[in-house]
């Protein structure tokens, strides 16, 4: 007991941090925004998730969060599985490459895709350009934007996240298992993905956590036609001032994330167990 004492304590200062800048103004937006009662609140949160236009946002919200989640684990889980089993000296160089653009302002990012997006940016130019279409389509302010631009801010968080699961498998369970007869195939299904199963679940609720709750990307690329729940959070809290409205939406961010998080959970030890 006495060798954690000072482990408690070098905790204090962080954890004193975490509850004044976080938790408290969380738990203040939530509960007791400024002028609003609860039962506004719960009036405001029952008048949403009965109205079907905030209905449309939250099921646009949820739907474009799990396909974002299952492109990023789709495509995430083949590379960092191909970067943990390299054995070329370039392959710190490329674990770097692929989570560089973490480094770089979201902002940044999404506006990249402005430009290829954009009526006369490179795919509609593209396009036209191979006659494939009369008129170059109007791609952005379109559900399909946004996944691009969420999939494309969220996917080197996946591939860091399955590495790392990855990368503590150790690589003579494949070796053994291929002396035993089994093919790549099934060695990489049978032997690898249930052993980083782990690590993939946890990619899977930190890119749909990041995409419930994103706000540049869908307002820049979605517009105000394909309004998200952040976006609707923003223009309660900022335009409408309608406090009532941005404490419910926040509390079903919260709840989305928090259920999610808890069926990744469900899911890991599962398949720890089996």
Same mark, same amino acid.
């Given at each position: 007991?006495? &060798?954690?004492?000072?482990?408690?304590?070098?905790?204090?200062?962080?954890?004193?941090?975490?509850?004044?800048?976080?938790?408290? =103004? #969380?738990?203040?937006?939530?509960?007791?925004? !400024?002028?609003?009662?609860?039962?506004?609140?719960?009036?405001?949160?029952?008048?949403?998730?009965?109205? !079907?236009?905030?209905?449309?946002? *939250?099921?646009?919200?949820?739907?474009?969060?799990?396909?974002? @989640?299952? *492109?990023?684990? @789709?495509?995430?889980?083949?590379?960092?599985?191909?970067?943990?089993?390299?054995?070329?000296?370039?392959?710190?160089?490329?674990?770097?490459?692929?989570?560089?653009?973490?480094?770089? &302002?979201?902002?940044?990012?999404?506006?990249?895709?402005?430009?290829?997006?954009?009526?006369?940016?490179?795919?509609?130019?593209?396009?036209?350009?191979?006659?494939?279409?009369?008129?170059? =389509?109007?791609?952005? /302010?379109?559900?399909?934007?946004?996944?691009?631009?969420?999939?494309?801010?969220?996917?080197?968080?996946? *591939?860091?996240?399955? /590495? #790392?699961?990855?990368?503590q498998v150790? !690589?003579?369970?494949?070796?053994?298992?291929?002396?035993?007869?089994? &093919?790549r195939t099934?060695?990489?299904? #049978?032997?690898?993905? !249930?052993?980083?199963?782990?690590?993939?679940?946890?990619?899977?609720?930190?890119?749909?956590?990041?995409?419930? @709750?994103? /706000?540049? @990307? =869908? /307002?820049?690329?979605?517009?105000?036609?394909?309004?998200?729940?952040?976006?609707?959070?923003?223009?309660?809290?900022?335009?409408?001032?309608?406090?009532?409205?941005?404490?419910?939406?926040?509390?079903?961010?919260?709840?989305?994330?928090?259920?999610?998080?808890?069926?990744?959970s469900l899911?890991?030890?599962?398949?720890?167990? &089996?």
């Open positions: 007991m006495t &060798s954690r004492k000072p482990a408690l304590l070098l905790l204090l200062p962080g954890l004193a941090f975490l509850l004044i800048g976080f938790a408290v =103004p #969380s738990l203040a937006m939530l509960f007791a925004p !400024p002028g609003v009662t609860a039962g506004e609140i719960v009036g405001r949160l029952g008048q949403m998730l009965t109205d !079907p236009f905030d209905l449309r946002i *939250i099921g646009r919200t949820v739907g474009l969060g799990l396909v974002v @989640t299952v *492109i990023c684990v @789709t495509l995430g889980f083949p590379v960092a599985y191909l970067l943990a089993r390299s054995t070329s000296r370039w392959s710190g160089v490329l674990l770097a490459l692929a989570i560089f653009p973490l480094l770089l &302002s979201n902002v940044v990012r999404t506006f990249g895709w402005l430009v290829v997006l954009g009526k006369n940016g490179a795919i509609g130019q593209l396009l036209t350009t191979l006659g494939l279409v009369d008129e170059a =389509p109007q791609l952005l /302010y379109t559900e399909l934007a946004i996944v691009l631009g969420l999939t494309q801010l969220f996917l080197p968080l996946a *591939i860091i996240s399955c /590495y #790392s699961a990855v990368a150790d !690589p003579g369970l494949d070796d053994a298992a291929r002396g035993l007869g089994a &093919s099934r060695t990489f299904w #049978s032997i690898v993905v !249930p052993l980083s199963l782990p690590g993939v679940v946890v990619a899977a609720t930190l890119v749909f956590a990041g995409s419930v @709750t994103a /706000y540049t @990307t =869908p /307002y820049l690329l979605g517009g105000s036609g394909q309004r998200m729940l952040a976006t609707q959070l923003f223009s309660y809290s900022s335009v409408t001032i309608d406090w009532a409205g941005a404490s419910a939406t926040a509390l079903i961010m919260t709840v989305l994330v928090f259920v999610v998080s808890g069926l990744s899911v890991a030890r599962k398949g720890a167990t &089996s």
